[in-house]
């Protein structure tokens, strides 16, 4: 019981089981919106991985040439505010989709449009998401508080994928886009219900919070550069199952859009379990353990891109899915709890940026790989390149040293002093 409560200690408050609420309805049904996108492009395309690979470039540009700004405002503006417009937003345009796709006339365009403005919104969202938690929990919480938020985020990836599957194969694609167009309002409802007084925030907002000043405050810790690079690598060549998967369950084993959502589910039901398993985690992790489950991600990708059946490929997949959640869930702990609580919208910017942002390259290129020689092979570079990349770092983690974190602004719920003693200034 005790270690039970442990697990789902930052749930006690009230504002952040609010917004864990929240999210798993929204977050649910956006994967079931991921499914839906890419199974109506492969329709529209003839199956073609390059058209996958240009829809998902769309959708993750503006992460690339956005998120920096986005971090800013985070720093400078109020979180909760610009979530509650940041999802209001995602909703309308995810309306305007289902609409359209009830008129009929469909084009491929069309859907790289909605992409493209889905991604400008996330560019902003995403960074003040991952910086907000800290605002709602506290120091003293915030690696729980950031597992419980991978718990959710893959208990909608098992669900959503399976759920999509069903409802694509009995209505169509439009049922599920839109709604996931109503489940933005319960992130909207969670974060309008949250006490704005019971917020950890700094005492002092950075008037300019400038995105040159972050980068140099970056570029002084070596620390943080470690993490952030592997993540740069992974995921150019191996966080790629959104093309990967797809093509998998069509081209390679034959199915249909219900066997695409088993492979989906299995790949998240290892990530939850490895976001569960870091709920335990109390301290910053060393570059030790952030490489060593780097090295576990590269092998058993490659491995994956090996399997000759659907089952062999959902429980490899299952594997897969815990390293790479275990590796994501340890680099976000180094770099977020190493970090100045002034600095961290920016921080968590870049770190954004770096994991979401290489992926229009990374999309072209898996799909053209995949077009030319299949998906299996996407699989086994994308490992191999992973797995070189962490062996690679493993001389640097073991002399890497952990600084004292800079000078921080007292952190509090309502004023400059912690209502709460047990809450610690500062990742």
Same mark, same amino acid.
């Given at each position: 019981?005790?270690?039970?409560? /442990?697990t789902?200690?930052?749930?006690?408050v009230? @504002?952040?089981?609010?917004?864990?609420?929240g999210?798993?309805?929204?977050?649910?049904?956006?994967?079931?919106?991921? &499914?839906?996108?890419?199974?109506?492009?492969?329709?529209?395309?003839?199956?073609?991985?390059?058209?996958?690979?240009?829809?998902?470039?769309?959708?993750?540009?503006?992460?690339l040439?956005?998120?920096?700004?986005?971090?800013?405002?985070? #720093?400078?503006?109020d979180?909760?505010? &610009?979530?509650?417009?940041? @999802?209001?937003?995602?909703?309308?345009?995810?309306?305007?989709?289902?609409?359209?796709?009830?008129?009929? #006339? +469909?084009?491929?365009?069309?859907?790289w449009?909605?992409?493209?403005?889905?991604?400008?919104?996330n560019? +902003?969202?995403?960074?003040?998401?991952?910086?907000? =938690?800290?605002?709602?929990?506290?120091?003293?919480?915030?690696?729980?508080?950031?597992?419980?938020?991978?718990?959710?985020? @893959?208990?909608?990836?098992?669900?959503?994928?399976a &759920?999509?599957?069903l409802?694509?194969? /009995?209505?169509d694609?439009?049922a599920?886009?839109?709604?996931?167009?109503?489940?933005?309002?319960?992130? =909207? =409802?969670?974060?309008?219900?949250? /006490?704005?007084?019971?917020?950890?925030?700094?005492?002092?907002?950075?008037?300019?919070?400038?995105?040159? #000043?972050?980068?140099r405050?970056?570029?002084?810790?070596?620390?943080?550069?470690?993490?952030?690079?592997?993540?740069? =690598?992974?995921?150019?060549?191996?966080?790629?199952?959104?093309?990967?998967? *797809?093509?998998?369950?069509k081209?390679?084993?034959?199915?249909d859009?219900?066997?695409?959502?088993?492979?989906?589910?299995?790949?998240?039901?290892?990530s939850?379990?490895?976001?569960?398993?870091?709920?335990?985690?109390?301290?910053?992790?060393?570059?030790?353990?952030v490489?060593?489950?780097?090295?576990?991600f590269?092998?058993?990708?490659? +491995?994956?891109?090996?399997?000759?059946?659907?089952?062999?490929?959902?429980?490899?997949l299952?594997?897969?899915?815990?390293?790479?959640?275990?590796?994501?869930?340890?680099?976000?702990?180094r770099v977020?709890?190493?970090?100045? *609580?002034?600095?961290r919208?920016?921080?968590?910017?870049?770190y954004?940026? &770096?994991?979401?942002g290489?992926?229009?390259?990374?999309?072209?290129?898996t799909?053209?790989?995949?077009?030319h020689?299949?998906?299996?092979?996407?699989?086994?570079?994308?490992?191999?390149?992973?797995?070189t990349?962490?062996?690679?770092?493993l001389?640097?983690?073991?002399?890497?040293?952990?600084? *004292?974190?800079?000078?921080?602004?007292?952190?509090?719920?309502?004023?400059s002093r912690?209502? @709460?003693?047990?809450?610690?200034?500062?990742?």
């Amino acid at each position: 019981m005790k270690t039970c409560g /442990r697990t789902f200690q930052s749930l006690s408050v009230r @504002n952040f089981r609010l917004f864990v609420f929240g999210q798993l309805l929204s977050v649910t049904c956006t994967w079931m919106m991921v &499914i839906a996108q890419d199974w109506l492009v492969l329709e529209l395309s003839g199956d073609s991985a390059t058209a996958l690979g240009v829809v998902t470039a769309m959708q993750f540009t503006p992460v690339l040439l956005l998120t920096l700004y986005g971090g800013r405002l985070a #720093d400078r503006y109020d979180k909760r505010r &610009i979530l509650l417009l940041a @999802n209001l937003a995602s909703g309308f345009l995810a309306l305007a989709l289902g609409l359209w796709l009830l008129i009929g #006339d +469909v084009r491929l365009w069309h859907i790289w449009l909605f992409a493209l403005a889905l991604g400008t919104v996330n560019s +902003v969202e995403a960074p003040t998401r991952i910086s907000f =938690v800290s605002e709602m929990v506290g120091t003293e919480l915030l690696p729980n508080a950031s597992a419980m938020s991978a718990a959710y985020f @893959n208990v909608a990836r098992v669900v959503g994928p399976a &759920i999509a599957g069903l409802l694509i194969a /009995r209505l169509d694609v439009a049922a599920v886009v839109l709604i996931n167009a109503v489940s933005y309002l319960g992130t =909207v =409802v969670s974060v309008a219900l949250m /006490r704005p007084s019971e917020l950890h925030r700094a005492a002092v907002r950075p008037r300019k919070a400038g995105v040159v #000043d972050g980068l140099r405050y970056i570029g002084g810790r070596p620390d943080l550069i470690l993490p952030m690079a592997l993540v740069g =690598v992974l995921g150019l060549v191996g966080f790629n199952f959104q093309l990967t998967l *797809p093509l998998l369950a069509k081209t390679e084993f034959h199915t249909d859009s219900t066997a695409f959502g088993l492979l989906s589910s299995s790949l998240a039901a290892g990530s939850l379990l490895a976001a569960f398993v870091t709920t335990a985690r109390r301290g910053r992790p060393t570059a030790l353990v952030v490489t060593g489950s780097a090295l576990a991600f590269g092998a058993l990708e490659a +491995v994956t891109g090996l399997a000759p059946t659907l089952p062999a490929a959902c429980v490899l997949l299952a594997l897969t899915g815990f390293a790479m959640m275990y590796f994501a869930q340890a680099s976000n702990h180094r770099v977020q709890l190493g970090s100045d *609580p002034a600095y961290r919208g920016r921080v968590m910017a870049l770190y954004t940026l &770096i994991f979401q942002g290489t992926t229009p390259l990374a999309a072209l290129l898996t799909g053209l790989l995949s077009e030319h020689w299949g998906p299996r092979w996407a699989l086994y570079t994308g490992g191999l390149i992973s797995l070189t990349a962490a062996a690679a770092t493993l001389p640097l983690s073991r002399r890497s040293a952990q600084p *004292p974190p800079g000078p921080n602004l007292p952190t509090r719920p309502g004023s400059s002093r912690h209502r @709460n003693p047990r809450k610690t200034p500062l990742p």
